[in-house]
């Protein structure tokens, strides 16, 4: 039993120690592993630092483990931990979105990418997001509009601008992910946003950009010179 008490006292006091430092020079002192293990320790009482490595054995990086599916978590560390590291991943959506907040988004582009990789970066299955714009470009609301597989997410150029419209949204901007990580945009993904492009133009909603997110890197269309006018196909 004293054993079992002097070891359980120098985990703690390991944590205690890893917690220390990221309160006095930032999470971003620590080594993935390491902060998620300090995570983990709070919902499992035995074996944090192994599981957070089966964790990142598994997704291959902390903001995979974060972004993945709740389910597949619980399956390996079980539905206590699983639930508080996708409380951690929606704090930091939160946090991240909170910075475009009552403003321009088109004027915040730089805010509007820390997004937007907080939100996909990390995903096992491929989204396709529209955010939708008021008068003002202002965010009025950041919906999932198709879920896929690993490379399809299935979109409906109609839907988008019925949900426009529901909305009262003047202008829109694509959004999808390659969790492959190929920062190319394929002929799908081009042929969807000429079609949403031409479903939005004789209703006057103006497509910005369609963004590719690509684990840590973004691809804008409109900067790429692929963001094509109904006119131009």
Same mark, same amino acid.
């Given at each position: 039993m004293a054993r079992q008490a002097m070891s359980q006292a120098s985990v703690d006091g390991h944590y205690d120690g890893l917690r220390e430092r990221?309160?006095?020079?930032g999470l971003g002192s620590l080594q993935d592993e390491e902060t998620l293990a300090l995570f983990l320790s709070r919902t499992l009482q035995q074996g944090a630092r192994t599981w957070a490595q089966v964790l990142l054995a598994e997704w291959g990086?902390?903001?995979a483990v974060l972004a993945a599916d709740?389910?597949?978590v619980a399956r390996v560390v079980g539905e206590?931990?699983?639930i508080e590291l996708k409380l951690l991943h929606e704090v930091a959506v939160l946090v991240a979105a909170s910075s475009l907040a009552h403003r321009d988004v088109i004027s915040s582009w730089d805010a509007l %990418?820390?997004?937007l990789r907080v939100r996909l970066a990390g995903r096992g299955r491929e989204e396709f997001r529209v955010l939708f714009l008021d008068k003002r470009n202002r965010l009025i609301l950041d919906e999932m509009m198709g879920e896929g597989t690993i490379d399809h997410a299935p979109v409906y150029p109609r839907e988008v601008v019925r949900r426009a419209l529901q909305l009262n949204a003047s202008a829109l901007i694509l959004v999808h992910n390659h969790p492959s990580g190929d920062q190319n945009p394929s002929r799908a993904d081009m042929r969807v946003t000429d079609e949403v492009i031409s479903a939005c133009n004789s209703l006057q909603i103006v497509v910005h950009d369609h963004v590719l997110v690509a684990g840590e890197a973004v691809t804008s269309?409109?900067?790429?010179?692929? %963001?094509r006018s109904p006119d131009k196909k």
């Amino acid at each position: 039993m004293a054993r079992q008490a002097m070891s359980q006292a120098s985990v703690d006091g390991h944590y205690d120690g890893l917690r220390e430092r990221a309160a006095r020079f930032g999470l971003g002192s620590l080594q993935d592993e390491e902060t998620l293990a300090l995570f983990l320790s709070r919902t499992l009482q035995q074996g944090a630092r192994t599981w957070a490595q089966v964790l990142l054995a598994e997704w291959g990086c902390l903001s995979a483990v974060l972004a993945a599916d709740t389910v597949d978590v619980a399956r390996v560390v079980g539905e206590p931990a699983a639930i508080e590291l996708k409380l951690l991943h929606e704090v930091a959506v939160l946090v991240a979105a909170s910075s475009l907040a009552h403003r321009d988004v088109i004027s915040s582009w730089d805010a509007l %990418l820390r997004y937007l990789r907080v939100r996909l970066a990390g995903r096992g299955r491929e989204e396709f997001r529209v955010l939708f714009l008021d008068k003002r470009n202002r965010l009025i609301l950041d919906e999932m509009m198709g879920e896929g597989t690993i490379d399809h997410a299935p979109v409906y150029p109609r839907e988008v601008v019925r949900r426009a419209l529901q909305l009262n949204a003047s202008a829109l901007i694509l959004v999808h992910n390659h969790p492959s990580g190929d920062q190319n945009p394929s002929r799908a993904d081009m042929r969807v946003t000429d079609e949403v492009i031409s479903a939005c133009n004789s209703l006057q909603i103006v497509v910005h950009d369609h963004v590719l997110v690509a684990g840590e890197a973004v691809t804008s269309f409109k900067a790429a010179g692929l %963001l094509r006018s109904p006119d131009k196909k």
